[in-house]
T-cell receptor, first 119, second 111 residues
């Protein structure tokens, strides 16, 4: 099946620093990647949609200057949390989908998540 | 925005029993999916049901979809301790491949 990886799996950073999280599709080309955040015992909230080679589309209420998304290739998207603060501490999950191929239609394949703790 | 509502929010049953989780949504959909999430992990896709389907099976999983009531259910039969996880429904109501997730049901299987 389609595999999506994230790196790092967890990170602790100091307030004011920036953190980059990578999302990779390992065995397929992902034309679209999605970034979610999840607070403890809550559901996933979509932050932004990332299409290869174009600017990300952010959901309402998500600061694009704070959460920088780059989708430079068909297998890699990055999320950079800039000037992180304790309230940014959360579980960040990416997913990837491929526009081509019937078997991938509609389905998103999720990475294992990255736990960010800002101290 | 999260539009799906799931109930119950938490469910605890004995191993071997069946577990049923429900999901309701508000707008028209093309398909609905169910995912499982183990604590602190990513999501695992379980099953997708299209709007023109009423029921779908996959192993011990049975999913139903009632578009007239805008609801779906996930039944796990003969539950096992390894089924302990959170279960989320997700619809394509967000458009452009976006998924809108329900609030999830935390399922605990007691040995």
């Amino acid at each position: 099946g389609a595999v999506v990886s994230q790196h790092p799996s967890w990170v602790i950073c100091k307030s004011g620093t920036s953190v980059k999280i990578e999302c990779r599709s390992l065995d397929f080309q992902a034309t679209t990647m999605f970034w979610y955040r999840q607070f403890p015992k809550q559901s996933l909230m979509l932050m932004a949609t990332s299409n290869e080679g174009s600017k990300a589309t952010y959901e309402q209420g998500v600061e694009k200057d704070k959460f920088l998304i780059n989708h430079a290739s068909l297998t890699l998207s990055t999320l950079t949390v800039t000037s992180a603060h304790p309230e940014d501490s959360s579980f960040y999950i990416c997913s990837a989908s491929s526009a081509g191929g019937v078997s991938f239609s509609y389905e998103q394949y999720f990475g294992p998540g990255t736990r960010l703790t800002v101290t | 925005s999260q539009q799906g509502e799931e109930d119950p929010q938490a469910l605890s049953i004995q191993e071997g029993e069946n577990a049923t989780m429900n999901c309701s949504y508000k707008t028209s959909i093309n398909n609905l999916q169910w995912y499982r999430q183990n604590s602190g992990r990513g999501l695992v896709h379980l099953i997708l049901i299209r709007s023109n389907e009423r029921e779908k099976h996959s192993g011990r999983l049975r999913v139903t979809l009632d578009t007239s009531k805008k609801s779906s259910s996930l039944l796990i039969t003969a539950s096992r301790a390894a089924d302990t996880a959170s279960y989320f429904c997700a619809t394509d109501a967000g458009g452009a491949q976006k998924l809108v997730f329900g609030q999830g049901t935390r399922l605990t299987i007691n040995p």
